[in-house]
């Protein structure tokens, strides 16, 4: 079975700083995607990127950033200059084919990110 | 355009009632999924389907029933609702097997 573990449970930070947050994972597929999710307050989540597994080019999207690394099963997620408003749980997630040619996400623990003003 | 909506929002039962979750997506998506987020469970899927008139059980399936009449919608079931039962639904939906999951807003579910 695949797994997703983000060890941090909760991180604080003053606003501004910049925000690191761990994921790895285990799969035995050779084909995979990952994901972050965002859970705000208010309760949805929202998808904020996918990277899958032949594409380990590392990219930059406004504040967002992420460091992929196949060889070390890890997929970080770094949130420069963080602001009052990123303060959520953020998931990690992978992506896991299951019967039936269905699909489901298999999702790590969450790490809370409190950003002080 | 809405994405995916579930409703209600939040509900109420009592043991042995039954309810009906409804979710609806206007992406013209083929896939779609019911999870539970249970704290320190994370997100558990209950049921799914690969496309109109077709369900398939999850990892958590016992409890519940789904049913997609209709491509939009997909509609799960609670036929007696027990404690353990109390929990987040979240229904998400994703256009192929590997793409991405969107959720709705999520239906908080008190059992007592």
């Known amino acids: 079975a695949q797994k997703v573990t983000q060890a941090q449970t909760e991180i604080s930070v003053v606003e501004k700083e910049d925000v690191t947050l761990d994921c790895v994972y285990e799969?035995?597929?050779?084909?995979?995607?990952l994901f972050w999710y965002k859970q705000p307050p208010s309760g949805e989540l929202v998808f904020l990127i996918r990277r899958n597994s032949f594409d380990e080019q590392n990219e930059i999207s406004g504040r967002y950033s992420w460091n992929f690394q196949k060889s070390t099963s890890s997929f970080n997620f770094t949130i420069t200059a963080s602001q009052v408003v990123d303060s959520a749980v953020y998931f990690c997630?992978?992506?896991?084919?299951?019967?039936?040619?269905?699909?489901?996400?298999?999702f790590g623990g969450g790490t809370r990110v409190l950003v002080k003003p | 355009n809405a994405g995916v909506t579930q409703t209600p929002k939040f509900r109420v039962l009592k043991t042995g009632q039954s309810m009906t979750l409804l979710c609806a997506q206007d992406m013209n998506h083929e896939y779609m999924y019911w999870y539970r987020q249970d704290p320190g469970m994370g997100l558990r899927l209950i049921h799914y389907?690969?496309?109109?008139?077709?369900?398939a059980k999850g990892e958590v399936p016992d409890g519940y029933n789904v049913s997609r009449l209709k491509k939009q919608n997909f509609l799960l079931g609670l036929e007696s609702a027990a404690p353990s039962q109390t929990s987040v639904y979240f229904c998400a939906s994703s256009w192929g097997r590997k793409e991405t999951q969107y959720f709705g807003p999520g239906t908080r579910l008190l059992v007592l």
């Open positions: 997630a992978l992506s896991e084919p299951v019967k039936a040619a269905g699909n489901k996400l298999t």
């Open positions: 389907s690969v496309g109109e008139g077709t369900t």
């Open positions: 799969t035995r597929d050779t084909t995979y995607y």
